[in-house]
């Protein structure tokens, strides 16, 4: 495999993040809410060793598959959303908060026997001191699956690419990918998974996936502590699952690139600070997505989704990168981002 040193002029990342704007995407996958609770902390409670946090403010984000979509319009591209959402107060909530964004929604389905996924952050002091989930993981019912199957076959007339974002909360099952996958390369579109390592064998015959070292690591069975143990992970997974391409995100350690064809492109972290980790790996898919769907080569859209990580990671909470975000830090600048910021926290799903 022929190590690659990565390059992208600004004159080119300018073209293709302008190109952004004319690709569609369809996003699938598990749908979700993130509530952030913010307050102050000034003593331990009385009835158990904890913090006591004062709540003075909440808010919401789009989460989970959502929250790819949202990274997705963010940067300038068109964006349809499907997946399964409750009845409750939570998804209704959901629904405002996409369509403020202009996230299609037509492809989400109302299902009163699960819930909304909904994860609550309680942070206090920029810290986040507890996470609370409310989530159903059964399996969709096959009426469902196929109501999912009848939209994701109509977008494909007008969308460039389909992410898979598979958070293991029951959408992406055996029984949908079996149809969607060949369904997309029948049209010869773009296809790309954030995997559940435990669901690896249901990718077969995608475009790209883009595993943590984690994520990757389960799907090979062994901890990937060294550079050569990365290397083998992405071959065997190119192998095992006849994608074009394997994107690991590598943390500080930055990201590595295993292409089909041979190729590996190595690219260091260009995160200044990091706060959040929540959220990033959304940002990496859908910026690669949008980015190939506009025209960029396999390793200019890692380097594009790169640094749109480098810059969600010092953000609040559950973010987004803007266009001109982006280019402002392919270019070596830094656009000053108001408000408060988090420390470091770990990323779980």
Known sequence: MTQHTPTLQP????????????????VVGDVMLDEFVWGKVSRISPEAPVPVVWVQ??????????????????????????????????????LEELAKRQIGTAGILRDSSRPTTVKTRVIAHHQQVVRVDREEITMLSAAAIKSLLGFIRQQLNVVDAVVIEDYGKGVITR?????????VRARRKLITV?????????????????PNRSEAGAMVGRELQTETD????????????????????????GMALCERTGRRTRIPTVAQEV?????????VIATFTLALAGGASMPEAAILANHAAGIVVGKLGVAAASPEELLARVNGKRLRTAGPRLRASSHSR
């Not at 029984?175 to 369904?183: F, G």
């Not at 249901?202 to 996936?209: D, E, N, Q, S």
């Not at 290397?231 to 590598?250: D, F, H, I, K, N």
């Not at 706060?275 to 940002?283: L, S, Y």
């Open 57 to 94: 403010s909440e808010s919401v984000m789009p989460g989970g598959a959502s929250n790819v979509a949202n990274n997705v319009r963010a940067l300038g591209g068109a964006v349809q959303l499907a997946g399964v959402m409750g009845t409750d107060r939570w998804g209704a909530r959901l």
């Open 194 to 210: 954030d995997p559940k390592e435990d669901h690896s064998d249901l990718y077969h015959g995608v475009t790209a996936i883009t």
């Open 275 to 283: 706060f959040d980790v929540a959220g990033a790996g959304d940002t």
């Open 175 to 183: 029984a949908l990918l079996e149809q969607v996958i060949p369904m």
């Open 230 to 253: 990365v290397t083998r992970a992405g071959q065997e997974l190119l192998q095992r699952l006849g994608c074009e391409a394997v994107l690991m995100t590598l943390g500080e350690d």
């Open 11 to 26: 004159k080119r990342a300018q073209q293709l993040i302008r190109a952004f704007h004319r690709a569609k995407v369809l």
